[in-house]
């Protein structure tokens, strides 16, 4: 299997000019960029994937680490196309946060897209399903141990700010 490559960034999201391969160590003071979407339907659900069992079989939002070239925005482009079978690239995209949490830097976006679950092409190597949820259900899979509390955090840091 061919290994990514990948670029790294300096703790303030700038480029360094340094890669890595997916698997590789990085060194300190380097960080990988890790893009993620959330992607919020008109009835305010929002869109989460699981994963196969060898990569956890987690729910999970969708997003990944750009290829190395890729701007984030062309990253998490890239990883809605790959992993669901859609492009939004001529969808309104936000930015709603971006930091580094000292192992990878991270640009968190927003995209509202109304589709049915049978209008997805789920990449079948990397995810078992997508499906929407509401945050109620959501908050009740945190309570069923389903799902992590980041993962529904992540939808609400959204929606708070684009009420703002």
Known sequence: MKKEKRDLYDKDLKLTGLTYYKGDSIPEGYYPMVVMIAIENSKGQFL?????????????????????????YEGIITEVKEELGIDISNNEIIEFARGCDGKDCFIMYYTKLDLEIEDFTIQEEELTEVKWFSIEELNAMVEEKILNQDQVDFFLKCKNYLNK
Do not use: L, N
Request: glycine share 24%; proline share 12%; net charge positive.
């Open 48 to 72: 989460m994937q699981k994963r196969v069992p060898r990569k956890g079989g987690d729910y999970g939002v969708t997003g990944g680490h750009p290829k190395s070239g890729e701007t984030p």
